[in-house]
């Protein structure tokens, strides 16, 4: 969240359950100044659509998760920019189809359109993913990574502790990770 709203003008929200579970996160979340919604623990489509009541269709949303901890403010931005000037209904970034390690990865759409996948779909798997009901509609488009190598093999997401360890190690490189940007991230990755 703190990478996601650095030198930004955009709101950085996390959206987390309103499971007990989730209740050290939110102290946490609170005490670094994060901005958090609670909502439904299985329909996360619902949390989004909740999280953003008071929203113009127009917005956008912009869709990270929390085991991709790559993305930062300007790779965001460049994201949205090319969103905005491909006038497109989704945009996503990710692995091989973006050029990008597996984990460096964000999806782009208006809360139009989740809002009205909120409202035509009953499917768990829908509600689950935020944006499969949007994809099948809408179409899938990858952003693409301006690399001057395909970095789809590599991976730096957290899906596993081996994973944690690998990221912590990664990260341990830079004096503050929040300030080290996606491309100085993808860079020490090629290294290792």
């Known amino acids: 969240a703190k990478r996601a709203g650095r030198e930004s003008k955009y709101e950085v929200k996390v959206?987390?359950?309103n499971e007990e579970s989730d209740n050290?996160?939110?102290?946490?979340?609170?005490?670094?100044?994060?901005?958090f919604f609670r909502g439904d623990l299985e329909n996360v489509l619902n949390r989004y659509v909740s999280a953003f009541t008071d929203y113009s269709d127009t917005t956008i949303i912009v869709r990270l998760t929390a085991d991709n901890i790559f993305p930062d403010s300007a790779f965001i931005k460049s994201v949205i920019d090319q969103f905005i000037d491909q006038r497109l209904e989704y945009l996503c970034a990710n692995?091989?189809?973006?050029?990008?390690?597996?984990?460096?990865?964000?999806?782009?759409?208006?809360?139009?359109?989740?809002?009205?996948?909120?409202?035509?779909t009953t499917s768990h798997f829908d509600q689950e993913h935020v944006t499969p009901y949007v994809r099948r509609k809408y179409g899938d488009t990858y952003y693409k990574f301006n690399a001057k190598k395909e970095l789809g093999c590599l991976r730096?997401?957290?899906?596993?502790?081996?994973?944690?360890?690998?990221?912590?190690?990664?990260?341990?490189g830079f004096g503050d990770p929040v300030t080290a940007t996606t491309n100085d991230l993808i860079d020490a990755l090629s290294i290792k």
């Open 95 to 120: 692995g091989r189809g973006s050029g990008l390690p597996y984990g460096v990865s964000l999806e782009v759409t208006t809360l139009e359109k989740l809002r009205e996948a909120a409202k035509s």
């Open 156 to 172: 730096c997401t957290i899906d596993s502790f081996d994973d944690y360890v690998r990221m912590t190690s990664l990260l341990s």
């Open 15 to 17: 959206l987390t359950s």
């Open 24 to 35: 050290h996160l939110c102290s946490l979340l609170q005490s670094h100044s994060v901005s």
